[in-house]
């Protein structure tokens, strides 16, 4: 962690105290879109106006940075799930509970509305479906890669079915997490538990 | 498959030709909330008067049989799920698979937009929130009892996580249906290999 930054900073990816006010900008402005998403607008009702105005910035700004709003959104999604984690790249259970603690991050729990509000959209509008898609997809190969790994090394079952496996781990954490059911599965421990159970079945 | 029916089939669940006049209204009235739904619409833009209109009935004919919106809402969402299977009864894996079955029929899938457009607003409105609770959590608890009844028998290991094997049984077909991933993971007996992959560590 580094304090200092200066002007070259301009092109890193991570944030850091003192980036340049165009980093900034971006940030407020995607900010701006998750909390209108959060708070039950629609895709389609967040608009480049309303952006504007909760971030505080002028609407060219945002012009300036992103060509259409399926552009923005994209990036908004991407912004709230925030980077991938680096994997140990050891033990496929450490990589798969990394995996799915990195969608349930503090920040993506504050945005815990944002994909239930996008999904209608996501279904009518092949625009967005393909935006998302394009955020997904790299994240869930990431997972793909660390099960192809898992059957390489014979920590799996040669037999594993991936694309399966994958959906036993991530999706009862989207459901947990969408149809709020903290109450009945708790969230603490969450991602061990649900490796746990699916490596019991998918170990070699 | 009986073409035949009188006036006696009145109280009967299934459907059937020749059913009194009321019954049809009502299924015209569910359907048509449905579809409404599976447009996209929301459902706080899902007015009475447009579920009249849609469904070729007055207005009186609704609210004779609904005190309000969100008991409309909530029987439409009963009867896209369909009736709960009859269960044999005799393995869990049977058992399971049924269960799994009921929520991915023809008609379940022909809706397929309704649970993802609801989402939001479940999450927004603390009604419609109980409302969707109270259609679901009679289906959660038949699967529980599914799962509570292998561990007597001891098919099912005896400290397994109820809950949570419920969530890796649901998961993966909400999210493979309300993400569109039938590319990634075809609908081709989707349930038989859920179950078997989830028994493989849940078994004694």
Redesign the interface.
């Known amino acids: 962690m580094n304090a200092m930054s200066t002007s070259t900073d301009a092109g890193q990816e991570r944030k850091a105290p003192g980036r340049p006010r165009n980093a900034q900008a971006d940030e407020a402005i995607l900010e701006a879109v998750l909390e209108l998403l959060n708070e ?1 607008q ?1 895709a389609a009702a967040v608009s480049i106006e309303a952006v504007a105005a909760r971030a505080g910035v002028g609407k060219a700004t945002i012009y300036r940075r992103w060509p259409n709003k399926e552009a923005l959104l994209a990036d908004a999604v991407r912004a709230m799930k925030g980077p991938l984690p680096e994997l140990a790249g050891v033990s496929v259970r450490e990589d798969l509970i990394a995996l799915i603690q990195a969608n349930r991050t503090p920040h993506a729990k504050r945005y815990g ?1 944002v994909t ?2 996008l ?6 509008d092949e625009a967005l ?1 393909r935006m998302h898609r394009a955020v ?1 997809e790299p994240r869930r190969e990431v997972m793909r890669e660390v099960l192809r790994r898992g059957i390489a090394t014979g920590e799996l079952r040669a037999d594993l ?1 991936v ?3 994958q ?2 781990l ?7 997490s ?4 903290q109450d ?2 708790p969230d603490e421990n969450f991602a061990e ?2 490796v746990d ?6 170990s070699a």
Chains 1, 2 share one sequence.
């Open positions: 039950g629609s509305n239930a509000c999904l209608p959209e996501i279904i009518k479906g997904i079915d694309e399966l496996t959906l036993m991530s999706g009862p954490s989207m459901v947990q969408m149809l709020r059911l009945l599965v538990k649900i159970a699916v490596l019991r079945g998918a």
